[in-house]
């Protein structure tokens, strides 16, 4: 059974591989832990202890905060992020066009309940087009990355 959308403008837009998309998340935990030590030493250096009380709630908000801009940053900028890149993917809005700072705000939002509990990723398996539960609430699609299109793209930029 095929998981792409056949009809309108989104046939055009051929959606990534579940599996392609699943290795990318996990490529995407390994960087977070990496980024999330770095951010959490400097925090904790200077807090020296956010284990109750007010300021594990802000920790908690800053950490999120931090998840957030790097993600809305990398959306809104190219569609992807570091582990995107690396399998050639990327995300945009039904239509096949770049997601605006808002929506890739509404996305992270949406993305991170979703991907904690795991009814996001489990959504996947029984989605028409096997989308992820935060992509069919957002108005996005993680697509495979055309390369001959983005060339064009970049030299019509430069």
């Not at 055009?12 to 030590?37: C, D, H, K, Q, T």
């Not at 582990?83 to 705000?105: C, D, S």
Request: hydrophobic share 45%; net charge positive.
């Amino acid at each position: 059974m095929s998981r792409e959308n056949p009809t309108g403008a989104e046939s055009r837009l051929r959606l990534a591989p579940l599996g392609m998309r699943l290795l990318s998340l996990a490529y995407e935990g390994v960087l977070l832990f990496g980024i999330l030590f770095v951010v959490s030493y400097l925090f904790l250096g200077l807090a020296r202890d956010a284990q109750s009380g007010m300021l594990r709630v802000v920790f908690q908000v800053y950490v999120l905060a931090v998840c957030g801009g790097y993600f809305v940053f990398c959306w809104a900028r190219s569609g992807q992020t570091l582990p995107m890149k690396t399998w050639r993917i990327r995300l945009v809005t039904e239509q096949g066009k770049p997601l605006a700072i808002g929506q890739a705000f509404r996305r992270y939002l949406l993305a991170v309940p979703s991907v904690l509990s795991g009814i996001g990723v489990l959504w996947a398996l029984v989605d028409r087009d096997g989308q992820f539960l935060h992509d069919r609430m957002a108005g996005t699609r993680i697509v495979k990355d055309d390369p001959l299109r983005g060339q064009v793209r970049r030299k019509n930029e430069g």
